[in-house]
């Protein structure tokens, strides 16, 4: 048995002690990014010791409580790492969707019934295992969060983070493979490793994108930008330069928090109404740059105008200036054509008195 335990749990454990480490000695994410992983982490361990103990138990000829109790702790953590899960990829705010536990208490209260009850499961006086007429209530609601990370998914596709939703998708459909093979097929320790390696990829994604990302507002730097625009010449169409109004102002009246507030609201209003194949960078301190690629004229002239919709709806204000590229014209260019066109807003915002107050 000790053999079949190791084959079953040893790639997870040594997976997520990996994952330890990487998350007690990186300090580049936020505090809200490190407890999420650490939180599946240890719900993974878990799930781990959980399984064991009951695989243990389930070899004895008689039943203890201890199986009913490493049952219903099973039966509890299974949906909640992919709980977890949906709130790292999907950048889900908690507070926003604390509903989206009710299912977990739910399932949680249902499992730990079979102290007093064979509504969900049971055990015979030989040991063995008695699915009861809710029994699946615990992959239905695995089930249930496996389909919100999907929408996720589609989320993160429209917000133009195609690389993030292609991960969140491999990722979904890696416990739906998972849950089906626990279900149905009896396989032992499938959500746990697909829980692990998944939980690793992502961070060592998360981990690799922090070069690529700026620090503040999490759209691409300028660093980024430069290597897009020149990987990416022959599809580059237009390009948007996009300038905070008043950000000196915000910052000696309110604080720099609250100049910090307001580079990222415009970048918020900005990634709402965003186009596929059309990207934000932060190239200085209030100033932006999208790149459009493959985009005809009208189509990058109705995102300059929904980008000043969205701006308005807010205490702030930017100038945006678009310019369409010409045959064979030079990035650096383009840019400054744009940067032109923004500046010329600007004069034409401050000579008609429009601030941000």
């Known amino acids: 048995m000790l053999k079949e335990l190791i084959e079953i749990n040893y790639a997870t454990v040594i997976t997520l002690s990996c994952l330890l480490v990487f998350i007690f000695t990186n300090d580049y994410f936020t505090k809200r990014i490190r407890s999420l992983f650490l939180m599946a982490c240890l719900m993974l361990f878990g799930l781990v010791g959980a399984d064991t103990v009951e695989y243990w138990c389930a070899a004895l000829d008689h039943l203890t409580p201890v199986?009913?109790?490493?049952?219903?702790?099973?039966?509890?953590?299974?949906?909640?790492?992919?709980?977890v899960v949906i709130f790292l990829l999907g950048n889900l705010k908690e507070k926003k969707y604390h509903w989206l536990a009710l299912p977990l208490v739910l399932n949680t209260?249902?499992?730990?019934?079979?102290?007093?009850?064979?509504?969900?499961?049971?055990?015979?006086?030989?040991?063995?295992?008695?699915?009861?007429?809710?029994?699946?209530?615990?992959?239905?609601?695995?089930?249930?969060?496996?389909?919100?990370?999907?929408?996720?998914?589609?989320?993160?596709?429209?917000?133009v983070r195609v690389s993030e939703s292609v991960i969140s998708g491999v990722v979904a459909c890696s416990f739906v493979f998972a849950s089906i093979m626990e279900a149905v097929w009896k396989f032992e320790g499938v959500i746990n490793v697909s829980g692990a390696v998944a939980l690793t990829f992502y961070y060592l994604y998360l981990n690799t994108q922090q070069f690529k990302r700026d620090s503040l507002t999490n759209?691409?730097?300028?660093?980024?930008?430069?290597?897009?625009?020149e990987k990416h010449m022959?599809?580059?169409?237009?390009?948007?330069?996009?300038?905070?109004?008043d950000l000196k102002m915000w910052n000696d009246r309110y604080g720099h928090d609250k100049g910090d507030e307001a580079i990222c609201t415009l970048v918020e209003c900005m990634e709402r109404v965003m186009k596929p194949n059309c990207f934000l960078y932060r190239v200085g301190g209030d100033e932006?740059?999208?790149?459009?690629?493959?985009?005809?004229y009208d189509a990058v002239a109705r995102?300059?105008?929904?980008?000043?919709?969205?701006?308005?709806?807010?205490?702030?204000?930017?100038?945006?200036?678009?310019?369409?590229?010409?045959?064979?014209?030079?990035?650096?260019?383009?840019?400054s054509r744009a940067d032109q066109a923004m500046y010329e807003e600007k004069r034409n915002m401050k000579a008609s008195g429009k601030t941000s107050l």
């Open 219 to 229: 759209v691409l730097n300028r660093r980024c930008f430069k290597m897009d625009a």
């Open 67 to 83: 199986r009913i109790l490493m049952s219903a702790i099973g039966y509890s953590l299974r949906p909640m790492i992919i709980y």
């Open 288 to 296: 932006f740059v999208v790149l459009c690629f493959q985009q005809d």
């Open 303 to 335: 995102l300059k105008k929904d980008m000043e919709a969205e701006v308005a709806k807010t205490p702030f204000s930017c100038a945006i200036g678009m310019a369409y590229r010409e045959e064979n014209e030079e990035v650096g260019r383009l840019c």
């Open 234 to 245: 022959e599809e580059l169409t237009a390009a948007l330069s996009v300038d905070l109004k």
């Open 109 to 159: 209260m249902i499992a730990f019934s079979a102290f007093f009850t064979d509504i969900a499961y049971s055990y015979t006086a030989d040991n063995e295992f008695v699915r009861g007429p809710i029994g699946y209530f615990a992959f239905v609601t695995s089930g249930f969060y496996e389909v919100v990370l999907l929408i996720c998914t589609v989320k993160l596709y429209k917000s």
